[in-house]
């Protein structure tokens, strides 16, 4: 099964604070993905990246960069972090073809305080 | 705008009752559409897709029906089990841009005992 790690489950950070959030995966996915999950707005896409050191503004990108120096791993990152940067951030890969179908990391739930 | 609605934040279901779970959405030129589960504090989970070629796709207790004049889809469970209890995700895209999904804002489904 195609597994995608996400560094931390839970992080506190203060406003101001430059965040890395990391995302592994194992089976030489293409696809990247950065979402966050907002209760009543559902999952929204931050960043994606289709290759390495390649990327692509998602619906909401304003706040956060990304990097994807090698294939399997791509971070997000919040350059000053702010309190409606609060939020659970989802980690995602797929392969560029076949079938289309996410598969999602656990998730890291970022409080900015 | 959203182009993809779930407009049920919340449904409840007795074990064993079917469920039914919506989505509509506005773009037509969507043709492809997935489903996915999501537990607390877990990423979503795949569950059933569908293209725009069929208008329905069974995979086991999940049946998800696709009505392209009514810009709908919906997701059937029977019967209904207390582990089902989730909140549930439909997300579309277009095959030419097969990386980007669009989230709905997500249902939250419970089963009672």
């Known amino acids: 099964d195609v597994k995608v790690t996400q560094s931390s489950r839970y992080l506190v950070k203060r406003t101001g604070e430059k965040v890395f959030l990391e995302c592994v995966q194992d089976m030489d996915h293409e696809n990247m993905f950065w979402y966050r999950q907002d209760p009543g707005l559902g999952l929204r896409l931050i960043y994606f990246s289709y290759d390495v050191k390649m990327k692509e503004k998602g619906d909401i990108p304003e706040g956060y960069s990304v990097s994807r120096e090698k294939k399997e791993r791509f971070s997000l990152i919040l350059e000053s972090a702010s309190t409606n940067q609060t939020s659970m951030y989802l980690c995602a890969s797929s392969p560029l073809t076949g079938e289309i179908r996410d598969t999602f990391g656990s998730g890291t739930r970022l409080t900015v305080v | 705008d959203q182009q993809v609605k779930q407009n049920s934040p919340s449904l409840s279901v007795q074990e064993g009752r079917i469920s039914i779970l919506n989505c509509d959405y506005t773009n037509s030129m969507f043709d492809y559409f997935l489903w996915y589960k999501k537990y607390p504090a877990e990423g979503p989970t795949f569950l059933i897709s569908?293209?725009?070629?069929?208008d329905k796709n069974e995979d086991g207790r999940f049946t998800v029906f696709l009505n392209k004049s009514a810009k709908h889809l919906s997701l059937h469970i029977v019967p209904s089990q207390p582990g089902d209890s989730a909140v549930y995700f439909c997300?579309?895209?277009?095959?030419?841009?097969?990386?980007?999904?669009?989230f709905g804002s997500g249902t939250r489904l419970l089963v009672r005992p």
């Open positions: 569908i293209s725009s070629i069929k």
């Open positions: 997300a579309a895209t277009t095959m030419d841009s097969s990386y980007k999904l669009i």
